[in-house]
């Protein structure tokens, strides 16, 4: 796994990862270099190996999506993840000196990624994908719900494997503060509703050399 540019935002551990593309599966697949860059939005899910690490991401795309001919003759693709992040204001702290910023969660990860439009990798694709989004749900939804329509649309779709080749994350979740700055931070962001943020921030603190 790669680390954050400056070693004290990287992840402690692939867990962090985890955590972050389980709570945020919506990613950019990104394809760049020559004159025909492709971009495509679209959630992804994890395949961990029996020794419990990230080693892969999973998606589909729409099988007329010009990106699919691009990544069948160019496999590499970059993903980026963008979780929790907020603007850090110098106006919840008793230093007013102190510059604005922001905290955030995110990484971007290089993949090698294989197209298949076999109809058995498009059914565990599709209905993986639904059973994890329709977990917990009342009167969840199943994909043979369907019937007929699925059909029709697993022929429309491209099933991707994207092996990770390399990872670089960063959590910049005010490890560089001091403790009584951290906590009028916490308390501004709070205010504001950045609730997902602030338990990203009160996570990494417990755990921070002091």
């Not at 796994?1 to 402690?12: E, F, I, V």
């Not at 990544?71 to 919840?92: M, Q, T």
């Not at 290089?110 to 694709?125: G, K, R």
Request: net charge negative; proline share 6%.
């Amino acid at each position: 796994m790669g680390h954050a540019r400056d070693s004290r935002y990287a992840p402690r551990h692939d867990g962090d990862v985890l955590r972050l593309l389980d709570a945020q599966p919506f990613a950019w697949l990104v394809s760049a270099g020559g004159d025909d860059a492709a971009f495509t939005p679209l959630p992804l899910r994890t395949e961990i190996d029996t020794d419990g690490r990230l080693v892969a991401l999973r998606g589909h795309v729409a099988r007329r999506n010009p990106h699919v001919a691009r990544l069948r003759r160019d496999p590499v693709a970059h993903a980026l993840v963008i979780g929790p992040h907020a603007y850090v204001s110098p106006s919840w702290l008793d230093d007013r000196t102190q510059a604005p910023s922001w905290n955030y969660a995110a990484a971007a990860f290089t993949l090698h990624v294989d197209c298949s439009e076999t109809e058995a990798d498009i059914a565990d694709e599709l209905d993986a994908l639904v059973t994890s989004m329709e977990a917990g749900r009342p009167n969840a939804w199943a994909l043979p719900e369907m019937g007929e329509r699925y059909a029709r649309l697993a022929q429309g779709v491209t099933a991707l494997r994207g092996r990770i080749v390399e990872t670089r994350a960063t959590f910049k979740l005010g490890q560089d503060e001091a403790p009584h700055d951290f906590a009028q931070l916490i308390a501004g962001l709070a205010s504001g509703g950045e609730h997902a943020l602030v338990d990203w921030m009160r996570d990494f603190d417990a755990n921070r050399a002091t």
